[in-house]
């Protein structure tokens, strides 16, 4: 099946501080989207971007599908963005949405 | 209405009982997910229903038993389980196979 990494597995970051998490999957994708959990264990879907790039507010990501990448940019962080952050992607027709490793932000005052 | 509903989001119970996790949506999504997260670890695929029949069942033990009554709801009907079955279950819905999933809260689940 695919192999879906994310990159770095923990960040730690000052309040107002920007960052770039890395998703890489191993497949061509049908489908890419990017979950932000938070503590609770909501799954908040924050961007569906099986390409191209894609703003909403502080948040911005991009799809390279050519090259088997997403990035998610996150500008000015709150201590609210703490939580982890997966990617998902679904390849040809499957119904599977395969989750990335994670990346573990904790942002700090 | 974009939610997905997840009832109840807390339930322990023992290794004998039997009791069911409730999912529900009103987005006229037609395929509906079951996944469970264990701790630090990301989602994991159980069951999916297309159309109200069950689409992809992820080798799980038949002490797990998902059922579909229509377009909107989705149950998970738990027997026997085990402590290690000790988890975050959530539910998901999406319009179609590629289109965006959207998940309910999750019921956090204890077996003692």
């Known amino acids: 099946g695919i192999q879906v990494e994310q990159s770095p597995p923990d960040l730690i970051l000052q309040e107002g501080a920007n960052s770039t998490l890395r998703c890489n999957f191993s497949d061509s994708v049908n489908n890419l989207q990017w979950f932000h959990q938070n503590p609770w264990g909501q799954l908040i879907n924050l961007f569906y971007i099986p390409s191209g790039t894609k703003q909403n507010g502080r948040l911005s990501a991009t799809t390279v599908a050519t090259e088997r990448y997403s990035l998610l940019y996150i500008s000015s962080s709150q201590t609210t963005d703490s939580g982890v952050y997966f990617c998902a992607v679904n390849t040809g027709t499957a119904s599977k949405l395969t989750f990335g490793t994670g990346t573990r932000l904790q942002v700090t005052l | 209405d974009t939610e997905v509903t997840q009832t109840p989001k807390h339930l322990v119970m023992g290794m004998t009982n039997k009791k069911s996790l409730k999912c529900e949506q009103h987005m006229g999504h037609r395929a509906m997910y079951w996944y469970k997260q264990k701790a630090k670890k990301p989602p994991e695929l159980m069951f999916v229903?297309?159309?109200?029949?069950?689409?992809i069942n992820e080798s799980v033990p038949s002490r797990f038993s998902p059922e579909c009554p229509n377009s909107s709801l989705l149950n998970l009907h738990l027997h026997a389980l085990q402590p290690e079955d000790s988890a975050l279950y959530l539910c998901?819905?999406?319009?179609?196979?590629?289109?965006?999933?959207?998940f309910g809260s999750g019921t956090r689940l204890t077996v003692v």
């Open positions: 998901a819905s999406s319009q179609l196979v590629n289109y965006g999933y959207t």
């Open positions: 229903y297309s159309y109200e029949k069950l689409s």
